[in-house]
């Protein structure tokens, strides 16, 4: 799960890189914004994916 986090993190550090680089276009910026949003948009729900696992076995162990 830590990876995750983690994961998280870099992607918004690349994020606020790309927005405020002075070498590319704005078109550039939104492409790669759209693109690395994107990834995360995949690691969340990944994230709610897994709830549902540990929601069961937390349930059955109680």
Do not use: F, H, P
């Amino acid at each position: 799960m830590y990876w995750k986090i983690s994961a998280y993190s870099d992607i918004y550090g690349k994020i606020r890189k790309i927005e405020s680089s002075e070498t590319l276009t704005d078109g550039q910026k939104r492409e790669k914004v759209r693109e690395a949003k994107a990834i995360l948009n995949g690691i969340q729900k990944n994230a709610l994916g897994t709830v549902e696992v540990y929601q069961d076995t937390v349930s059955k162990s109680i």
